[in-house]
């Protein structure tokens, strides 16, 4: 089958990482993938497994920008001649997109929800949900169902894969390895990789620092990311003196070389659709800590593959980080515990085999 995804950038990020993970899988099983975008710092990665890239300019926050209306002749040519049986949309801009080069070319169109939006009124207008929407977690899913009235026949639940040959338990060698790259020395290391955005809570794991270095003087944080929030909380770090203790790094497109220097994942989420990074931490056996919020509740079970805290709650955030870094035997067997949870559920051949189900079922193949 021929599939083309349309995202508005490729990019280091969490639906960058989804196309990625599922496009190659799907390659490996005989079809053949493209992406449109914008470009981004991705794209040699598409490429070096098989995905074919279409640069466009439609990199727009603007569901009516005319350059969406621009890009339409070079994607329906790319339709025409490559025989495009699928259009698999991942923003809501090239929702808008989709339905309207799916009306144009008569190719269907199906689209993945990565998150929470607002209903606005736009939206409820112009749903541009195509044949089909594919829900990252069940939140997710209800979300749909209940706040743009999606019927629940055309919601289908398939959760974010991890590609397992990629993110592999971890090692002590491993650990030693991503220290040195790091320039971290053999002190507790706590980790996080996200945007720097309001909404991922890292102020949160910032004031619960004061508590856990406390009990722990030698701990460390490292926050790997870029975003708006990214002053704010350079900032924070020093109104609380953490400048010592606290390290900033820029976002890295292949975390799995970065995950196996951390004691603990934190991810401290006011709002999370998912959590492909926590997914991450857990393959490679990193013990988590994670706020019960949206999908996070459906990777972790508390006490058992992780720790889950109420959201906005630094205190109880400290209290389950110290925890794991006090108690290593208990934090590790709930890593495995993690590691066999994502192996079961979460896995890329998993994501892919049911997303394909999909596509034949609406698909011009």
Not at 67 to 73: A, I, Q, V
Not at 224 to 239: F, I, N
Request: with cysteine; hydrophobic share 45%.
């Amino acid at each position: 089958m021929n599939i083309l995804f349309l995202t508005t950038h490729a990019n280091t990020g969490g639906i960058t990482s989804y196309i990625l993970t599922l496009g190659e899988a799907l390659v490996k099983s005989g079809n053949k993938v493209w992406v449109a975008s914008s470009g981004g710092d991705c794209v040699p990665r598409f490429e070096a497994v098989g995905i074919k890239h279409l640069k466009l300019n439609i990199r727009t926050k603007s569901e009516a920008h005319p350059k969406l209306l621009l890009s339409l002749g070079p994607l329906c040519q790319l339709i025409q001649n490559e025989g495009i049986h699928i259009i698999h949309s991942q923003t809501r801009v090239t929702q808008l997109l989709g339905t309207l080069l799916s009306r144009l070319s008569g190719v269907k169109l199906i689209t993945t929800c990565h998150g929470f939006f607002r209903p606005r009124w736009f939206r409820k207008m112009f749903p541009c949900w195509g044949k089909a929407v594919i829900a990252i977690s069940k939140p997710v899913e209800q979300h749909l169902i209940k706040d743009f009235a999606i019927v629940p026949n055309k919601v289908h639940l398939i959760p974010n894969g991890v590609d397992l040959n990629r993110f592999i338990m971890a090692n002590e060698q491993m650990r030693r390895e991503a220290r040195e790259r790091m320039n971290m020395g053999d002190v507790p290391l706590i980790g996080i990789v996200a945007r720097l955005s309001d909404v991922k809570g890292i102020d949160v794991l910032l004031k619960a620092m004061p508590v856990v270095l406390k009990e722990i003087p030698s701990v460390n944080l490292m926050i790997v990311g870029q975003g708006p929030e990214e002053d704010h909380l350079k900032g924070l770090t020093k109104d609380l003196s953490l400048t010592g203790s606290v390290h900033f790094k820029n976002t890295i497109n292949q975390t799995e070389g970065l995950l196996p220097a951390f004691d603990v994942f934190v991810m401290p989420s006011l709002m999370e659709g998912l959590g492909l990074s926590v997914m991450e931490a857990q393959a490679c056996g990193i013990p988590v800590v994670a706020s019960k919020v949206g999908g996070l509740i459906d990777l972790i079970e508390d006490g058992v593959s992780g720790y889950l805290v109420l959201s906005n709650d630094s205190t109880a955030l400290a209290i389950r980080i110290i925890e794991v870094l006090r108690n290593r035997i208990q934090a590790k067997m709930m890593a495995v515990q993690a590691r066999l949870n994502i192996e079961k559920y979460f896995s890329a051949e998993k994501m892919a085999l049911e997303t394909f189900k999909i596509y034949e079922q609406y698909s011009c193949h």
